[in-house]
């Protein structure tokens, strides 16, 4: 899915529509803590799981290849301009074509406000094609702005052309920048989302401490990625279809397996739900918990700005 695709200057700061007398106002954030006995129970038994997901090894891993220091975001790059007009086919593929319903259920979760009384802004990292953008502008009526920052300028131009045909061109805006170093001020958004982006960024500590600091006080932290399946059975049958029918369907169907085979193992390489939670966590994110979807195959976290 989308990602940090590549190395890259940061831009300078992006202008936000009239929101830089804003920026240092408080979103509006939660207001009742949630029940959390049952959510620390999961958390506690998935953390005691053996895992090998280490997320000390995520920068110099591609896929289950091990490259050198600074290789990989290189490697992640061409991966995607390879299948930047095969975004939407490339996601079916790898989930079955639930990523529509998982990320329909994100936008739900945000809740996007359909009336405010000053600007309401979100950046969507690795979002270049726009699908967030645009479910979140037009959940909320078009209250909300949207800005997309993806490293891959194959898939910001997808993204640009499709929010143009939608309509959608003044309301959603495209900028090529890295997670790592977000070319934006502090306290600018009310909420940082990504999907299925953030397994692709090297330095994934440094990505959310920059998704923190560009956050105004209140504000939401919504990442949905593919996870670790937690269903007896589900894991072999998904294992199974991931190693040996996506890459062989995307070899049929695109005419280059490898780029579907990588997406398969880097998933595999991904911190398991409790210990990206406790990442998070360290990035100073509070009220920090997910959510599973279909048994584990992708999970939304969720963190607030306090």
Not at 142 to 157: E, H, P, W
Not at 189 to 209: C, E, K
Request: charged letters at 25%; aromatic letters at 8%.
């Amino acid at each position: 899915m989308g990602g940090v695709r590549g190395h890259h200057s940061a831009a300078p700061p992006l202008v936000l529509w009239s929101a830089a007398t804003a920026t240092d106002q408080d979103a509006t954030g939660p207001r009742r803590r949630p029940d959390t006995q049952n959510f620390k129970a999961r958390e506690a038994s998935m953390a005691q799981r053996t895992s090998t997901r280490d997320p000390q090894d995520m920068p110099t891993s591609f896929g289950f290849a091990t490259v050198a220091q600074g290789e990989k975001q290189a490697l992640v790059d061409d991966v995607f301009h390879k299948v930047a007009s095969r975004y939407d086919l490339m996601n079916d593929l790898m989930s079955g074509g639930m990523h529509r319903l998982w990320k329909d259920a994100m936008v739900s979760t945000l809740a996007p406000p359909r009336s405010a009384v000053r600007p309401w802004i979100v950046l969507d990292v690795a979002g270049g094609t726009g699908d967030i953008a645009t479910r979140i502008v037009e959940r909320s009526g078009g209250t909300a702005k949207a800005v997309v920052l993806d490293i891959n300028g194959s898939m910001l131009a997808v993204g640009r052309d499709r929010a143009a045909k939608a309509g959608h061109a003044d309301a959603i805006r495209f900028t090529q920048g890295n997670a790592e170093t977000l070319p934006f001020p502090d306290r600018s958004f009310d909420a940082y989302t990504i999907a299925f982006g953030i397994r692709n960024v090297p330095d994934i500590p440094r990505a959310l401490r920059e998704a923190h600091r560009v956050l105004k006080r209140g504000g939401r932290f919504l990442c949905l990625e593919f996870s670790e399946v937690d269903v007896p059975m589900l894991d072999r049958v998904y294992d199974a279809f991931s190693f040996n029918a996506i890459p062989a369907i995307g070899q049929a169907v695109t005419g280059d397996g490898e780029p579907y085979r990588y997406l398969v193992e880097s998933i595999r390489k991904f911190p398991n739900q409790a210990r990206f939670a406790e990442m998070i966590r360290e990035a100073g994110f509070e009220r920090v918990t997910w959510r599973n979807y279909s048994g584990g195959i992708a999970a939304l976290h969720s963190g607030w700005k306090l």
